[in-house]
């Protein structure tokens, strides 16, 4: 029989002589694993060098004496401006609270 359909042109070539794109099935397993150890030894090296000696300086710095103020005005129920959205302060605000934030008693550091 002719490959021909019935508008005449040629069907597709069968599916033995295409070659799907991309590893081989054997090789999948190699490729996977690849990526997954890749992906664990930058997370870990991320990990490591952000953690590093985190305890160091000992006293607060801008952002958290700048944060633990707008905190302080949220808890006392102060308006203030900021030209930032307030989004991700009330976010840090709730989460201070659930923590046990109480206000200035909180923030030693904060004159």
């Known amino acids: 029989p002719d490959s021909k359909s019935v508008d005449g042109s040629r069907c597709m070539p069968s599916a ?3 070659r ?3 590893p081989r099935p054997d090789d999948r397993g190699s490729v996977i694993g ?5 992906l664990f030894l930058l997370t870990l090296a991320a990990g490591v060098t952000r953690l590093w000696r985190i305890d160091l300086p000992a006293t607060p710095v801008y952002d958290e004496t700048h ?3 707008f905190l302080n005005w949220y808890h006392q129920r102060a308006y203030f401006f900021d030209v930032h959205p307030p989004l991700a302060k009330l ?3 709730r989460v201070a609270l659930a923590l046990g934030f109480r206000g200035a008693a909180s923030c030693p550091y904060e004159s």
């Not at 690849?34 to 890749?38: H, N, R, V």
Request: charged residues 25%; hydrophobic residues 30%.
């Open 20 to 22: 799907p794109a991309g």
């Open 34 to 38: 690849g990526d997954a150890s890749c």
């Open 16 to 18: 033995k002589s295409r």
């Open 91 to 93: 976010a840090m605000y």
């Open 67 to 69: 944060v633990g103020r």
